[in-house]
C-alpha cells in the first residue's frame, strides 16, 4: 500500500508537471457555460482512500467522470488519494479552508470537529443503506447535515455506501461475551466505544496497518468493510475466522463535502451537475458491492479456507443494548447531537416498523 | 382519478396553446450547446402513471427538472400523465415509433411484445430494490436489457423503485391455501400467473378502477403498491384487512425508456446528463417510498382501523413453490428469456447468499 502511494505520487508529480491551470480560460468542442460561454473549473478532489481503492476510492473517480462528461469538460475534477495532497484524516480541514475544493470521505471521522458528524455515515445497530439513504433525502437527515456542516464552510452530499459491512477479521473465537473481554480489535468510532463496554479494547488504525497488526498479534481482531475491500486488503492471510453480521456499520454512507465558497462560483448548471452527480455515485457504489461482495466472499471461503463465524445471539444482544447506550450518551454531549439523534432516532422506529413487514419479513419469507 | 384526468387534460390544451416549439434555438442566458452553442431540445416524455402519481408519477417530473436545471434549459422534458398523449400501456409503442422521445413505465407490462421484460420490473420471490439495482448495474442486467429493447429502437434505464410492496387488499381472510382457491384478486402478471396455479382468479385492471371493483365486490382483493400510494387511491374505504409481505413484487424497479434514433441526436453532455438523472431519481424514488410509507401506513392503522395480516407460514411457501415454477416456464419459452432468467437466476442465489449473512442477519439481529 505504502509503495502504491508512492508510485502515485510520483505519476502525480509528472501530471502536474505537465498540468492546466486551474480556472483556465479556453474554448474547446462540447464546452459551455453560464455566464461566461468559455470559462473552465479546475477542482481538487481530497479523499481519505488509496487512490482507486475498489468501491471507496473509485467512487470519487466515477464522480470526477460523469462531472467531466456532464459540463462537457468545463468542471474537471482532479482527484487525490490519502497522502497525496493531504492526509486521508485531514481532508475535512482541507476542504474548509479551500485547499481543496471537495472532498470524499465518512463523516463519523470528523467526531473531534463536531460529535454529531457521527450520526451521519452509520451508527451501531442503525439503520442499513437503503434506510439511511430514505432519512437522508426525505426524512430530515439531510438538512440537519447541512446545518452541522455549514460553520465549516462544507456543504455535505451522501457519497456511496458499502452496505451492512461484515462484523470482521478475528483470530480466536467468540462463543461468549466473556471472549470479549480483553479484546483487543480495530474498530474506530461508536463501534470502539461499545466494544469497551464490553470489556474489550478498540485500537484505532488506518487501513494500511490492519494487515501488519493482525499478523504480529499487535491485536487480536480487525473489522474493515466486507469481502471486496478485505479480499483486497488480504487479511485472510493474517486471521483465521470471518465473523458476521457487521452490527457495527450495517450501511454506512460515505460523504462528498464540497468548500461553500467555491460552489457558489459555478453557475447553475454545474451546481446542479454536482448535486446529481454525487446522487447518482451514491447509488452506484451500493449496487457494486451488493453485485461483487460475494464472489469475494466465495473465493475467500473456497480458495482461501477462511471460516465463516455468526455472532453467538447473546453476544449480539448485549452488544445491542450497549450500542443505545453508547449512543445515548453521545447525544447528551450537545445540543446539536440531541437534535440530530432525535430526529434519527424517531426515523428509526418508523422505518424498522414498517421494513418488519416488508423487507424483513420478504428476506426471510424467500430464504425459509 | 378520471375527473383528475380531465383536469389535466385542460391544463394541458392551455400550456399547448401557449407553448414552445420543439427544437427550437433561441438564446436564454445559461443555455451552451455542444455543436451548436443555441440548439435547444424540446422532448416529450409519456408516462404510465396518473400526472404527479405520489411516486411513480413525481420521479418523471423530478428527472425533467433534473435535466433542465444541469443542462441549463437546453433540454426541456414535458411530462404527460397516462392518457394524456396515450394511453398507459401504450407507452412502450409510442416511445418506440417516436412520438414521443421518452417513457417511463415498467418493463414487465410488455411481456406481449417480449416476454423476457418480465425480469425487469421484479418477480414473484425475486429480488429487493438493492438486489435488483446491483443486478441490473453491475451484474449483467442492463446489457441484457439493452439487448432485448434494442430491436424496438429502445434504450432503457432504471426509473425508481417502490422497495418490496405490500401484499395486498382482502376482504376476507387468508388463513389457509384453501381460501385462495377462487379468490378474485387483482393481480397482474406473473403473480397473476403464480395466484392461479394455487387456485385462485386473477384479475388486470387499471389502477384507477381498483376502488369501485374492491366496493361492488367485483374482486375480492387487489394488490397496488404500498401504503403511501394506497393511502391515496383510498382504497381502506373498500377493503377490511392489508396482507403483508409483498411476495409478489419484492422491489418493483421502473424504467425510464429512450427512442433511440432521438437519443443520437443529442450532443454528449446531454446524454450523459439525460443517463444520470435517470440514476439519480432510481434511487431518490426509492429514498421517498422508504421515508414515507410508514406514516401512511400510521395512518391507515391508527385513523382508518385497517386490520394488518400476515401471510401464514404455508401459503407463502406454497408461493414461493409455484413461483419458481412460473419463472422457469416463461423462460422456457423463448431463447432470451432463457439467457436473462440464467443471469437473473445465478446473480440471485449469490446474493441471497451474501445477504443471509449481512442485511438480512442484520435486520434480524436489530429486531430481536
Keep these: 500500500m505504502k509503495l502504491k502511494l508512492l508510485a502515485g505520487l510520483a505519476i502525480l508529480t509528472l501530471l502536474t508537471a505537465c498540468g492546466e491551470k486551474a480556472g483556465s480560460t479556453h474554448a474547446t468542442q462540447g464546452q459551455a457555460a453560464s455566464q461566461d460561454p468559455v470559462k473552465t473549473y479546475n477542482w481538487k478532489l481530497v479523499t481519505s482512500w488509496p487512490k482507486n481503492f475498489p468501491g471507496l476510492g473509485t467512487g470519487p473517480e466515477k ?49 473531534g470537529k463536531t460529535p454529531a458528524a457521527q450520526f451521519f455515515t452509520s451508527v451501531p445497530f442503525g439503520l442499513n443503506a437503503q434506510e439511511m439513504h430514505g432519512w437522508i433525502h426525505y426524512g430530515g437527515g439531510m438538512e440537519l447535515w447541512q446545518e452541522l456542516y455549514a460553520p465549516f464552510n462544507l456543504i455535505p452530499l451522501a457519497g456511496g455506501n458499502t452496505g451492512v459491512q461484515m462484523g470482521g477479521w478475528f483470530n480466536k473465537e467468540i462463543n461468549s461475551l466473556e471472549d470479549l473481554k480483553g479484546l483487543k480489535m480495530r474498530i474506530p468510532g461508536l463501534g470502539g466505544e461499545v466494544l469497551e463496554r464490553a470489556g474489550g479494547t478498540p485500537v484505532t488504525l488506518p487501513g494500511a496497518e490492519l494487515f501488519t497488526a493482525l499478523q504480529t498479534g499487535a491485536i487480536d481482531a480487525t473489522e474493515w468493510v466486507g469481502p471486496y475491500n478485505d479480499l483486497a486488503f488480504g487479511l485472510y492471510k493474517a486471521a483465521k475466522y470471518y465473523y458476521y453480521p457487521g452490527w457495527h456499520e450495517p450501511g454506512s454512507m460515505l460523504e462528498f463535502m464540497v468548500n461553500k465558497t467555491a460552489f457558489a462560483t459555478l453557475p447553475a448548471d454545474l451546481q446542479a451537475i454536482v448535486r446529481t452527480a454525487s446522487r447518482a455515485v451514491n447509488q452506484d457504489m451500493l449496487d457494486e458491492y451488493t453485485a461483487r461482495n460475494n464472489h469475494a466472499l466465495i473465493e475467500l471461503v473456497e480458495k482461501h479456507s477462511v471460516q465463516l463465524r455468526a455472532y453467538p445471539q447473546d453476544v449480539l444482544l448485549k452488544l445491542r443494548d450497549l450500542s443505545a447506550e453508547v449512543l445515548a450518551d453521545v447525544a447528551s454531549e450537545d445540543p446539536m447531537s440531541q437534535k440530530v439523534y432525535a430526529s434519527f432516532k424517531a426515523y428509526k422506529e418508523n422505518v424498522m416498523a414498517y421494513h418488519s413487514l416488508t423487507e424483513q419479513a420478504f428476506l426471510n419469507a424467500r430464504s425459509r
Excluded: N
Aim: a positive charge; glycine letters at 12%; proline letters at 2%.
Design 63 to 111: 464522480f470526477a467522470k460523469l462531472v467531466d462528461e456532464m459540463s462537457a469538460g468545463r468542471l474537471k475534477v482532479k482527484v487525490y488519494g490519502a497522502g497525496q495532497l493531504v492526509p486521508a484524516l485531514e481532508v475535512f480541514d482541507a476542504v474548509s479552508r479551500g485547499t481543496a475544493q471537495m472532498g470524499h470521505s465518512g463523516a463519523y471521522y470528523w467526531k
